[in-house]
């Protein structure tokens, strides 16, 4: 016979169960939506998070509006705190001589040359390309567009934070020249 302890306690854990599981099944949405943060971090700030794959421009405290991204592959990752120093529409691209050497039949076309291909719809980078910098260096690290909007919620890049041209074009248009960045 369960006492009436026993009856609460176990009444508290099976009521509690839907919340835990819904929290566990959560499905990854790349739509951009206005979520609540933590207070640490400051209104104008982008964080990112490679681990659940959001992107967040902090818009006021405890507010940023999330944005789905695909990160680098695992050792290739870009870690830490940059600033954006230069921001492009429609880029130029050329990898960079470690993409090369790691898969010269991918850019084939680059190899032993100095072609950089041009900005367009069949441009990696996308529509829209923010640069990070630290200490006035270029990382060769980016957010920027992508050709291969299935790479959103996935670790595949050679190190840039993906985003679907729409929302790279979106968050283009709200961050200056200067941002922080913080990934962590």
């Known amino acids: 016979m369960f006492s009436r302890r026993q009856f ?20 990854f ?18 964080i990112v998070l490679p681990s659940s794959f959001y992107l967040y421009w902090v818009t006021e405290p405890t ?6 991204v ?15 120093d230069v921001k492009k529409e429609w880029p130029t691209w050329r990898p ?17 040359n100095t072609y950089i291909q041009p900005g367009g719809p069949g441009n990696p980078l996308g529509a829209r390309a923010l640069y990070l ?4 260096l270029d990382t060769y690290f980016r957010i920027h567009g992508t050709t291969q909007p299935d790479s959103i919620g996935q670790s595949v890049s ?19 020249v200067g941002t922080k960045v913080t990934v962590l």
């Open 96 to 112: 960079t001589n470690e993409m090369i050497a790691r898969d010269p039949v991918a850019y084939a076309k680059f190899v032993d």
């Open 133 to 136: 910098f630290q200490n006035g």
């Open 158 to 176: 050679n190190g840039c934070i993906r985003m679907l041209n729409d929302h790279v074009i979106d968050l283009y248009a709200r961050v200056p």
């Open 63 to 68: 507010r940023a509006i999330r944005y789905g």
């Open 29 to 46: 949405d790349p739509t951009p939506q206005v979520v609540r943060i933590k207070r640490d971090f400051l209104p104008g700030e982008i």
């Open 8 to 27: 609460l306690a176990t009444s508290a854990a099976a009521m509690a169960l839907p919340t835990m599981v819904e929290a566990q099944t959560a499905t």
């Open 70 to 84: 695909g990160v680098g592959r695992a050792g290739l990752d870009f870690k830490g705190v940059a600033t954006i």
